[in-house]
């Protein structure tokens, strides 16, 4: 545990800031699961559709530097390439 009153408040803030991250990550992961198993279900046109809403979690993770750049740029690429290639 931090002694210093400066370290004391940097720890109130970093607990913060880490709900808010945690809130984000876990948005970003359930709307790529939400894709995903509409992916497998076969559902192109509703995968069309969370894809959006995917892309904008991605881009909001990025955006508060939860994830990379690269990061954001592969499981974007992943999720489009997965619904391109439903029969």
Do not use: C, H, Q, W
């Amino acid at each position: 545990m931090p002694i210093i009153k400066s370290a004391k408040k940097a720890l109130r803030g970093s607990e913060r800031k880490r709900v808010f991250n945690l809130r984000r990550k876990r948005n970003m992961r359930d709307t790529i699961n939400v894709v995903n198993k509409l992916i497998l279900d076969k559902k192109k046109d509703d995968a069309n559709k969370g894809l959006a809403l995917a892309y904008k979690a991605i881009d909001k993770a990025t955006k508060d530097g939860i994830i990379k750049k690269n990061t954001a740029a592969r499981k974007k690429s992943l999720l489009s390439r997965s619904i391109k290639n439903i029969a």
